[in-house]
């Protein structure tokens, strides 16, 4: 009897352990997943307020171009500080060809137009682009479908056929201003790396 109790207890005392180890476990799972949570939250704002460089809460084209300066160089690929149509036109259809395949779907076409061109073009334009009626875009389909587009042009504030840094921040900037005040608030930049991050 003596030897049943000494077994019970030994068990009982290796089941409570157990379970003691296991809830613990469980808990310090459930803190890190929580601090995780709050260090992914805080890079997020800290991207915005990082580059609020006045501190007013907002970003003008100017905090917007010192946060993506490396990006303007992604489009500039001759290196020489200016965007030439060609440029223009040859990055941003990389940049809408989110699956690499050089062929733009009428799916990206779309989601081009909702996040990029969507004041130069429509989506019904996705037909005209498409001139061998394939279902796809090539690159020279989309040179060609731009043509007559004002698109580059606009960009090109001083209208001397190319884009400077200063004007692409702008250009870009300006697309994600949802209320045209010349601002971004923190939900403009939110929707801005929504999309971009996919990119």
């Known amino acids: 009897m003596k030897k049943f109790i000494l077994l019970f207890a ?3 005392t290796v089941s409570t352990s157990f379970t003691s180890c296991k809830n613990n476990k469980e808990a310090d799972n459930e803190v890190l997943e929580e601090e ?3 260090v992914e939250n805080e890079v997020v704002e800290n991207d915005f ?6 501190d007013d809460g907002l970003w003008d084209s100017d905090e917007f171009g ?3 300066e490396e990006d303007w160089t992604n489009w500039d690929t001759d290196g020489d500080s200016f965007l030439n149509d060609d440029e223009f036109y ?6 809408v060809d989110s699956d690499d395949d050089d062929l ?3 799916d990206e ?3 081009g137009y909702n996040n990029l061109y969507g004041d ?3 989506e019904e334009d996705f037909d005209l682009f498409d001139s061998d009626e394939d279902g796809f875009l090539s690159s020279d389909e989309w040179f060609q479908g731009w043509d007559d587009s004002e698109w580059f042009n606009d960009f090109d504030a001083n209208d001397d056929e190319l884009i400077d840094n200063e004007e692409w921040d702008e250009g870009i900037f300006g697309n994600w201003d949802e209320d045209e005040d010349g601002l971004w608030d923190e939900s403009e930049y939110d929707t801005y790396t929504v999309y971009y991050d996919t990119w």
Do not use: H, I, R, V
Not at 49 to 54: A, G
Not at 90 to 95: A, E, K, L, Q, V
């Open 10 to 12: 030994l068990l009982f």
């Open 36 to 38: 995780n949570e709050m």
């Open 49 to 54: 307020t990082d580059n609020d460089l006045n």
């Open 66 to 68: 010192d946060a993506y």
């Open 90 to 95: 040859d990055t941003s259809y990389g940049w």
């Open 104 to 106: 733009l779907s009428e």
């Open 109 to 111: 076409w779309n989601e």
């Open 120 to 122: 130069y073009a429509t």
